[in-house]
Each structure stands twice: as structure tokens, then as C-alpha cells.
């Protein structure tokens, strides 16, 4: 499963219907989260969320709607009695503020904490293992921002189970066909691999567009993504507003996610102003019909 | 009114149906709050709490179930618009903690933060005004950490309606013999103030006693206090544990209000092992009849 839960939406001030901003990134058997906003621990046991499952953290920006959550969770995880090591990438400053409140409750954590710094202006691959791949990007925001884009590479190749079948090849072998073996029947028979498999699947792609301002020159990251999540904190008759703050209207999202040629659209990280979130879809739709709202609790899949 | 209202009561972790600590004291037009764990904004929105009537934040020490939530409430206070000062007292190094996240975040705070340390081993007054007056004290926990006791003056002397009426004393006069002045009357009579009022009611005191092991040294600081605040993270079954975490039991907790003679007991900063809170009270109203679950939405009269 390549899959995305939405744990809060809202930007800045917390509501008690909308939490700041967190995300969880499911593939297959880990989790991932992308930013982590004041109350994201208790939002993932609401959602049954798997705290252990989770090993990587990625945190967009320093405003405190992204990660003023993480904190306790680092220290829930480890009164839970993590022992596994957990990662978090984030902007460098986000080391120093982690380790200034462990210290002063004299915590020692009970698992290995990894930082990654983001370096600003940088950008590329960050985090990769056989399934996944995480790289970021820089996007425009008051301050050093990034995006992150995780792909999910698919190695196994696809069984034709009645080709399978007709060559007589026992179940138990299937899985090696999937990586690719050929099967040598004891009649002699060499039943090459491409006979009962196609191709893996296409990776797939899921891009975060963080807090940042519209600007067409992110698109090169988000081109052929399944799914990409886009900030939209304003409707588009506050266009100025959102520009002077550094953010995005919802017609923007959409106009981006057009032109990269993305499959799907989130959008996210509404104002507190918006009681009613209608308006982002009614703005959004027209422009690229396959836009939705990342509301809180629910899953999309990549 | 003097009063305390409950907005989280649990220890360490927080879970779905228990906040981490946090309580505000209501003493007639301000609001004091006691701690800010995780959510604390959030939970203040939740019992509809003005927050922009807060004027005085008191943390007690740097375990993060105790102020994890104090930045983002400083935070969306900024958002908000507010411009009145706010003073936070806590341990010392919580200024650099505060300072560090609103650097990072290139945020500039739209009031004046004022930040008062609490120094260890000291003790004594730290904030007093017209009507209140809150000192701190040290309890023995694992790091250093404070108790706070807030104390209601009434400056007001008591009006005997019925006397003020037979000396036709005008309504519009009442305040100033509520503040103890004399009357003079057309006809030359001058009636004394003490023929019309009673002196003002004695001064009311809220304890509150955070995170602390068993300690009968703090006895002088709960004595004659109208209701106590005090720590019961675990029943008495697991004293040895509690004591070696430099935490209390219930039948702790209420052997000291016995013997400090208080008037009730609020218990609170439950162990997430306890699903169930009803032990608490049972442990403690056998040693101290008046006493009370910290429940979360509560409002409790001093």
C-alpha cells in the first residue's frame, strides 16, 4: 500500500474542528510522517495510527504549525519503550531545539535519534531504502521551506497467474518469479521469466508542496507524481494576501497541478478564516478536475 | 469569582480522553494559567476560556507534559492580535527554549513577553496586584521544580444593605463605603463606616502542588489554603514506584491535605496505566473526605 492520512490542515492557529498541519506517508509496511504540527500524537491515536511502525520524519519549515508536535512525540515514543532508531530531516536549526529540551528534562531517549540536516539552496535524494526514495526540494516561503517528493519503486514483476498455471509451475515459486527468476521444470522445460510476468509497475510518486508561495518553477518536481498535495491557505480573491504571505490560493494549486500533469490534487493548509471549505473545490475544479481536500482522518491512496 | 478550571489531568503520555497538565485559575477579570502541556490551546478553545484574558503564565517545570504547549500558545496569542503584555515565570532555561522558536521562525510577537525565572532554591512572592498575589515554592521532583500558591485578597469591606438603607445612604454611594470611607449626610450626621459594613472576608488561597514525591517539608505551604492542587500519579500499591519517580500516591496526596488542614483536594497527573479513575478517590476520601478528581472541563470554586 502507497497511501497518504491526512492528521491536520488547518494553518497557523489551531481549531478545535482543524490541526495544524501533519501528514503520514504509508508504504507497504513503514510510515512516514511529513510535518508535525502541536497535537499530531493525538491525532494519530485517533486515527490508529501505529506510532511504532513509524521511522522517519520530515519537517518542512520552522513555523511552529509544522512541528511544534514533534517534540512530544520524540518523548511519547520513548516512554513507549522505542528502542528502533528514528530519523528526522528538517531545517538545521530544528537539531539545536530538539536537544535544548531533552536536555533540560535531563531525557535520555531510549532509541537512537538521527538528524539530517536540509541544507538550504540544496536539494536531492535524502532518504532511500529498497522501496522508497524521499528527496526534497526548495519551495518559496518566509523562510527556508522545502517539499518533499516520495517514490515508491516497484521491483516486483507482475504474474500472469493462469500463464503461470498452464506451465505448470508450482504456487510456492511464485515469488521467485516475481523477481525475476526463470523456472526449470523436471521435464526439461526452461519456462523463461517474461513467459508468466510482465514489467513491475511504474514507480509511483506522492510530492508535499509545503507552505509556499505560487511558483511555476516547482513544477519540474512535481511533473508525473499520482498525487500531490499543495497548500492553498487562501481563496483567490485574497491573491495579494496570499502573496505577501508567502502562500497560495487554491486556483494556483490547481493551475499548478494542471500544468505539471500531476494525476491528483490536495489541497490544504486553509485559514482559520474559512469556517467552510466548499469554495477551495469550487475554485479548484474547473481549473483541474481531479482536486480534493485533504480533510482530516482521511486516507488517499498514491 | 476564584476559581480553577481543569484542562488536562493526565501524566507523561497524553491520550485521546486525557490532556496533559494544565489548569487555569479564574480570579475575578484575569486569568492565570497553571503549566500548558501539549494541546493546552486547543483545550482552552474547547471549554470556551478567553484566552486574550490571559495575562500571567506559570510553569512549573521543564518536563514537556508540563509546557510543550506554551509556545504554541504564544504563538497563535501573536496571531490573534493581541498587544497586551504577558508574563511567563518558569525555570530559567524555558526563555531560551521560547526565544530559539521564535528566531527560527523569524516571528515577532505582537506584545511584549515578559519573562520572569524561577530561581531554584529560592522561593517567595512573584507576582501580586490588587487582588492577587502568587508565590512559589520548591517541591522535590527530578528537576527542579515549583509549587504556586495563589492568594485572593478581598480589599473590599462586606455592605450591610439593610443598615445603608436606614441611614438613606444613596445606592451611588455604596462603592465608596465598600472601600471603608465615612458618610456625610445633609442633616450633619456623619455615619461611620463600620456601622454600615463588615470587614472585608479573609483572603482565599489555591495550592498547587506539581509534580512532587511524598514531601511532609511543603506542609507550610498548603496550611489554611481553601483548595490544593496535588499530584497522585499513581494508588498506593505502587508507592515504592512513585517514590523512586519522584512522584506521589493518592493516600500521599491526602495525608497531606489532612495535615495541612485544607479545605478540599484536587487530585490529578494520572498515570496513562489507569483507564479508570475511580481508585483515586477511593484511596483518598478515607484519609481526606473533600477530595476531588482534577476531571477535565471542571471548574472548581476556591
Chains 1, 2 share one sequence.
Not at 492528521?7 to 498541519?21: D, V, Y
Not at 517539499?147 to 500463464?163: H, S
Not at 494556483?252 to 473545490?281: C, I, M, N, P, W
Request: some cysteine; hydrophobic content about 40%; glycine content about 8%.
Amino acid at each position: 500500500m502507497f497511501a497518504v492520512t491526512i492528521l491536520g490542515n488547518n494553518s497557523a492557529i489551531p481549531t478545535l474542528e482543524r490541526h495544524p498541519t501533519a501528514q503520514v506517508v504509508t508504504v507497504d509496511n513503514q510510515l512516514l510522517l511529513i510535518d508535525c504540527g502541536e497535537g499530531s500524537q493525538m491525532q494519530m491515536q485517533r486515527y490508529h495510527i501505529k506510532r511504532g511502525k513509524l521511522n522517519h520524519i520530515f519537517i518542512s519549515h520552522l513555523h511552529g504549525d509544522h512541528y511544534f508536535g514533534l517534540i512530544g512525540l520524540i518523548n511519547s515514543l520513548s516512554l513507549l519503550g522505542r528502542s528502533e532508531d528514528l530519523t528526522v530531516y528538517g531545517p538545521p536549526e530544528l537539531q539545536e531545539i530538539i536537544d535544548i529540551q531533552l536536555k533540560v528534562a535531563d531525557t535520555r531517549l531510549l532509541f537512537k535519534l538521527i538528524f539530517v540536516p536540509l541544507v538550504p539552496g540544496n536539494g536531492g535524494i535524502i532518504m532511500k531504502d529498497k522501496e522508497v526514495e524521499v528527496s526534497y526540494f526548495p519551495v518559496q516561503h518566509r523562510i527556508p521551506c522545502y517539499g518533499f517528493r516520495v517514490k515508491r519503486e516497484r521491483t516486483k514483476r507482475k504474474l500472469i497467474p493462469e500463464q503461470a498455471k498452464a506451465y505448470e509451475i508450482p504456487a510456492a515459486f511464485y515469488s521467485r518469479l516475481q523477481a525475476g527468476e526463470d523456472y526449470q521444470r523436471k521435464d526439461g522445460v526452461l519456462v523463461k521469466n517474461d513467459w508468466v510476468t510482465l514489467p513491475p509497475p511504474p514507480a509511483q510518486a506522492y510530492v508535499y508542496c509545503a507552505d509556499t508561495k505560487y511558483d511555476p518553477g516547482i513544477i519540474p518536481y512535481l511533473a508525473g507524481a499520482n498525487l500531490v498535495y499543495h497548500e492553498s491557505t487562501y481563496l483567490h480573491d485574497l491573491e495579494q494576501r496570499a502573496a505577501d504571505r508567502f502562500h497560495s490560493t487554491a486556483f494556483q494549486a490547481a493551475s499548478l497541478a494542471k500544468d505539471a500533469g500531476v494525476g491528483r490534487l490536495l489541497l490544504g493548509h486553509f485559514s482559520s478564516k474559512y469556517t467552510e471549505l466548499g469554495g477551495f473545490l469550487e475554485e479548484a475544479r474547473p481549473v483541474f478536475e481531479e482536486s480534493y481536500l485533504a480533510t482530516e482522518g482521511t486516507t488517499f491512496l498514491v
